[in-house]
């Protein structure tokens, strides 16, 4: 009885169960011919913070975008990252059609996907919802939701702060998204500096904890699901934001363990006291 209920009301063997069933369901994952790349150097977790650049190459050596990219649901994703501005004290705000790119984006990755069926129908079945219109509102509050973290400004969100990345107090934060490290690193915006985790898989999706430099600010361990579909991230990092919120959340994938630690945002809220998403990221080494 000293459980809490919402974490009473799902067990963490539920949680690994659902997780290898989205896993399972992520037809949208890059094959090993779609993406090809290139670690390079390892470097262990005390050398995080020296800034060197270690890595001659890219990390991404190759990406199908004609076979990817145009997958409705990589599309949807892609065209929401040029709606953001990565300086925290800056506010943000949505015209019309940005508005549309958010509800779409989660109609495309949640509503369209047999991946996102599957949450939806274990969150409808453990009472967190009770319609499919409750919880995609829920989803676009939670994720677009707008709150400061800087300058009382209306700045970030959990999707800026997670899936684009964000700049404050001089280096970067958030930015756990592998198709935005990639875009970025083929404008030659970002340059990776070696990587200090890679995970057991041995084919995608995968997980890399990574020392980059982008646009002149530096991430000591930015953690990504590598080769993972959009809707995938989505999926996993919204399960546990719901079912474990602010603590560390065990997932299955493919028999192998993958923590993820989500941040709830205290300082304001939506509805009845719901929380917004601060952080969402893979814990490396887990």
Known sequence: LTLHTSLSRVSDSEIQAVSEALYSLDSNRASDSELIIDPQVLISNSETSAKKDLSPHSLFRYV???????????????????????????????????????????????QNTELGRELYTFLYNKGYYTSWEEFLFDLKMMWFGLYSRSNDKLDSSGFEHVFAGEIKNGKVSGFHNWVRFYLMEKQELLNYYSHSFDGPWLSYPDVLGMQFMWDGYYKQIGSAII????????????????????????????????????????????????????????????
């Open 64 to 110: 199908s975008e004609a076979s990817l990219f145009s997958k409705p649901t990589y599309a949807a994703f892609i065209t929401l990252l040029d709606n953001y501005d990565r300086k925290t004290g800056v506010a943000e705000s949505f015209s019309p059609a940005e508005v549309q790119e958010q509800e779409n984006f989660l109609k495309q990755t949640i």
């Open 227 to 286: 080769g993972s579909s959009p809707e995938f991230d989505l999926a996993v990092y919204t399960l546990c934001y719901i079912t474990r919120p602010s603590k560390k959340c065990l997932l299955s994938l493919g028999g192998k363990q993958l923590s993820i630690q989500t941040y709830t945002w205290d300082k304001t809220n939506y509805g009845n006291g719901k929380k917004y998403i601060a952080s969402a990221y893979p814990v490396t080494p887990n």
